[in-house]
């Protein structure tokens, strides 16, 4: 079970305060459940994506012949360059026919969803923060690129290791990977490592966004099978992904203010997570207020109806159910 703390504030002087850092929240789907129970989505062509239930994962065939597609899941906030974010997942490759990309990542669905988009060629926006892997090909070495785009100005605000620290790497058809990517806001700077039996097989030198790139917007998290029928669909492959962990901020835009009807709490709630207010005479005791509230990403709101004798201290507790 996750948990964590959105915000304090002291019902006595009407302030609010977040508890250090931003906080942030770790979605984890191993595909032993429906994914689509957990909020996964598909667009584009679905019977690209199979749910495997006996081997507890998701068949994945990438053919880039097709339009579009993504097996998606929203992440309930928009990442930007100034924030700290993961992402990490196990993949086999069981067989590959091609050049182009494999593709796994933060992107922007309203960019990533409009008809005609190209990936390949970087046709206009796409807000996207991603790893790639290019198979080898005759003018080609192939290896492991992370990749980042920018909303506005693709060709001057796009990033990719293949120029700063592209790492040349064929990966082994039939072997479980585990593939890594961390993100750190204060510095720009995404770290991408791919290990074979726990053991690290690539390990791109820190790649980081400098100040001409302006900034992306993501929304969510897909396994990215990209159209490039202009170059006469050059990638057909097969494999399977599970454990995917998702980590990314927690938006604090909470509120409260004392009313007739008690102490109240607004903010906005995450979808599949149960909220209970809680209340604190001194910050070290700290007391659940009755009634826990399931929201599913609207705004939530929470009351303490309990008149105040003296001066009290709330916090909201995030919990989301294994």
């Known amino acids: 079970m996750r948990t964590f703390v959105l915000g304090l504030a002291a019902a006595s002087l009407f302030t609010l305060s977040t508890l250090g850092a931003t906080p942030s929240v770790e979605i984890s789907n191993s ?13 584009g062509n679905s019977n690209l994506f199979n749910w495997n239930s006996t081997n507890s994962c998701l068949d994945v065939t990438w053919d880039s012949s097709k339009s579009n597609s993504y097996f998606y899941l929203p992440i309930g906030t928009v990442l930007t360059r100034k924030d700290d ?9 069981n067989d590959l026919v091609g050049s182009f990309e494999l593709a796994f990542g933060f992107l922007n669905l309203g960019d ?22 290019f198979p080898p090909s005759d003018s080609w070495p192939g290896g492991i690129a992370p990749t980042l785009a920018a909303t506005n100005l693709w060709r ?27 993100y750190t806001g204060a510095t720009s700077t995404a770290v991408t490592t791919v290990f074979v039996n726990s053991n690290p097989v690539v390990s791109i030198p820190p790649l980081t966004i400098d100040t001409k790139f302006t ?11 990209y159209n490039d029928s202009p170059y006469g669909g050059s990638l057909l492959a097969h494999g399977s992904v599970r454990n995917v962990k998702l980590t990314v901020p927690v938006r604090l ?4 203010q004392l009313q007739p009807a008690g102490w109240t709490v607004t903010f906005d709630s995450l979808v599949d997570w149960n909220y209970v207010l809680q209340r604190s005479s001194d910050l070290v005791t700290w007391i659940d207020v009755p009634t826990t509230i399931e929201r ?22 995030a919990q989301r159910p294994n």
């Open 85 to 93: 974010f993961a992402m990490e997942f196990d993949l086999t490759i």
């Open 253 to 256: 835009d909470i509120k409260g």
């Open 296 to 317: 599913t990403g609207a705004t939530c709101t929470l009351q303490d109806h309990d008149a105040p004798t003296s001066a009290r201290f709330y916090r909201v507790r």
């Open 112 to 133: 990533a969803t409009v008809p005609g988009f190209l990936r390949g060629t970087g046709s206009g926006p796409i807000n996207l923060v991603e790893v790639d892997y």
């Open 215 to 225: 900034d992306f917007r993501c929304d969510a998290f897909a396994i990215e099978c």
């Open 156 to 182: 001057t605000d796009f990033i990719s290791s293949m120029t700063n620290g592209w790492q040349d790497y064929t990966l082994p058809l039939g072997s479980p990977l585990h593939v890594v990517l961390s």
């Open 31 to 43: 595909f032993a459940i429906d994914p689509a129970q957990q909020g996964w989505k598909t667009f």
